[in-house]
């Protein structure tokens, strides 16, 4: 071809349209990014784990509300457990979305804006079979560990206490040493010592000048407390008959049948009627084995004291020494092993029941018997339900996906 044609009279390569088309055709764009799918597919693997941890603080907790474990095969299951879960993690799955090369950017927009294989039923399709095996795998595992519940049954046999209060009554117990009176501070005194000795059997007896069995021995311990609570003065002749209290509530005590026999004897004054001096009363209770604490009442020094009834019934108050026969309080209680106490005061009293209640302690004989029950059903049930999910998820809802 000569040389020295124009330029713009050679051939030119061809442009045409379809030309662009090919060498369209030949490039490989990047597949569209599926963000939601990848979200999904990360969250449902993660079900597997989140069921494991969740069955390890079940157990914990079970094993704190007293369960116990019963076999060791258990520990095998956990092991397939734990390989199955570490494989679910590091094995290339089988139905990892498809990764399509495109060979057309036209193509790639027509396809995307219909359904893809990595939507959220190729995703579940994947994980959700594995979970409920997972869930099995744990299920079967617990029922071999045997768990079972224990409950624990006290058969409680007691050496009882048979009680008698003795209360003095006479007009001094209404002086003023204690507020609001000697008399309404021993009743309350009382009544929350007869609360503290709950499986004990009680009695009161009540004494003035004479005495009578305010409340029978019982075990029925509202009863004591109303009993206590409607003692008053004045209701029997005057004076203050320590012996004949105390050999009324020997009388009491001497047919009972109980380990142990106790009189709390509480007056304020010194022995000055009745027919029975105290110590012989106090020889009576040693011989039927019966220990008496006896309590003096009153403040030391003077105290104000009714001294006269007033026509109108009232009682006249003044300053009276206080005389407590001491050494024949002491005596009777020594007499019967026991101890003398001396309250001056509210507070003194109360100790003084605290103190007696801390010595007169009620023995228990107690045998435990053990009943355990298998817990294990509740575990085997959760397996038969996962093994039938990872079933029918394979066979029906994605099983299009699983094949």
């Excluded at 046999?157 to 048979?162: A, C, F, L, P, S």
């Amino acid at each position: 071809m000569p040389s020295n044609l124009p330029r713009e009279n050679f051939p030119r390569a061809p442009t045409s349209r379809s030309s662009k088309r090919t060498l369209t055709l030949c490039s490989t764009p990047k597949p569209p990014t599926m963000t939601r799918a990848k979200w999904m597919l990360g969250l449902v693997r993660a079900l597997p784990h989140g069921v494991v941890g969740l069955a390890v603080v079940a157990a914990w907790l079970a094993f704190r509300g007293g369960m116990e474990w019963n076999s060791e095969w258990g520990w095998l299951g956990i092991g397939v457990l734990a390989v199955h879960t570490l494989l679910r993690i590091v094995r290339p799955k089988r139905h990892e979305p498809a990764v399509l090369h495109w060979s057309s950017s036209e193509l790639a927009t027509d396809v995307t804006a219909g359904p893809r294989l990595a939507d959220w039923r190729s995703v579940m399709g994947m994980e959700v079979p594995a979970v409920c095996r997972t869930a099995a795998l744990l299920g079967l595992s617990v029922a071999l560990f045997r768990p079972q519940t224990a409950s624990t049954i006290e058969d409680m046999t007691r050496e009882g206490i048979d009680m008698v209060l003795a209360m003095d009554l006479s007009a001094s117990m209404l002086s003023r040493d204690f507020r609001p009176n000697r008399l309404e501070n021993a009743k309350n005194v009382a009544m929350d010592f007869v609360d503290s000795r709950p499986f004990d059997r009680i009695g009161v007896i009540a004494y003035e000048g004479e005495a009578f069995t305010q409340v029978p021995i019982t075990s029925d311990h509202i009863v004591v407390k109303n009993g206590i609570s409607t003692l008053e003065t004045g209701q029997l002749q005057g004076g203050t008959a320590i012996g004949t209290g105390l050999a009324v509530a020997v009388n009491r005590l001497r047919e009972s049948k109980a380990a142990s026999k106790v009189i709390v004897l509480l007056t304020d004054g010194e022995n000055n009627a009745g027919q029975i001096e105290p110590m012989d009363a106090a020889q009576l209770a040693n011989l039927n084995n019966i220990r008496v604490y006896t309590i003096g009442v009153g403040t030391v020094g003077k105290a104000k004291s009714p001294v006269a009834i007033l026509p109108n019934g009232q009682y006249k108050y003044d300053w009276v020494d206080v005389r407590i026969d001491e050494d024949v309080l002491q005596g009777m209680a020594s007499l019967t092993g026991a101890r003398y106490f001396r309250a001056t005061n509210a507070d003194k009293l109360k100790e003084i029941y605290r103190e007696i209640d801390t010595l007169e302690k009620t023995e228990f004989n107690v045998l435990k018997y053990q009943r355990k029950s298998e817990a294990s059903e509740g575990w085997i049930l959760m397996a038969f339900v996962s093994l039938m999910l990872e079933f029918l998820t394979r066979t029906t809802l994605f099983k299009s996906v699983a094949e």
